[in-house]
């Protein structure tokens, strides 16, 4: 029986014993008063960076993952004739000219890297955080899988996008394989605007036209926004990398695969909204699943605690920012 282990006290285990298998659905874990503490513990409220390890991290990471390269693909590095390779099945995909076509003609992100980079989660620790305008000032944003923004989040989650993904069971579930909902669809994108929208239209064969037809429905519609799609080689790579250094799960949440591109692509990166507990870093009220619903998310492919833990280890080093509590409300 496959099991994945969290370091806790004997104290917690009670507390803790739904997370043991693998199998079960992610239910928002809850953390009893002394894991809490522990995890807090590892947390610097007074965060600076730390340019030597920062630049350790990201030199190793971009030298195992080349992601301002690779993370894209590209009508540059992904001719008509090549073959796709997917990451999360045994198939591979020849391209084919109709399909280049829709692909960038470059690499969106400049050789420069960002000054300040805000990674978006969709955790309920947004709730309330009035962390909106501190997001919206970083140079560049990135959001996961077509969040909500309107006027009742924008105080706490911004509403700038520079970047949004937008996982192929999003269109498939939410937008009923975008056929009677296809101008829902689009409706959904006017929030972000110009936003590039990340899609990993070559990890699974079964979501491949899926995805293509998103784009085609981005185009008939004229949405301002422009698709672009992960490379299933830089995801081996991403995924490879992280497994190296202990994440077991079968493959990385979209939020962590977000914020590895932006270490690569970021001088500075700062997370929001990453807190995968029930139980809230500060106080005694129960948090929801998202900022905006508390639908449950299936943990067979994933392994947020561990994700958590080492998302948290960055931060100490001073490589990354988790923001875990409110942001000041004053903030430009």
Known sequence: MRKKYLFI???CVSVLVIIILWWRPFD???LCEDSRDNLLKRY???WTKNDDNHQNFTSELSAACHGFEKAIVTQANTPVGSRFEYDGDNSSLRVTPKMFKTFIKEHPFSKEKFATCAVVGS?????HSKCGKTIDSADFVFRCNLPPLNDEYGPDVGVRTDLVTANPSIFEKKYEFLTAQRENFVEALQSYGKALVFMPAFSYSQYTALSMWAVNTMEEFDSPTRAVFFNPEYLRNLIQFWRDKGLRSIRPSTGFLVVSLALEVCSEVHLYGFWPYSTPPYGR???TNHYYDDVKVNATAHAMPVEFDLLLDKHSQGVL????????ADRK
Do not use: A, F, V
């Open 28 to 30: 928002r874990l809850k």
């Open 9 to 11: 006290k004997p104290t």
């Open 321 to 328: 920012k988790l923001q875990l509590e409110d942001c000041p």
């Open 123 to 127: 955790g309920g620790i947004l709730i």
């Open 285 to 287: 009220h129960t948090l």
């Open 44 to 46: 610097n409220k007074n």
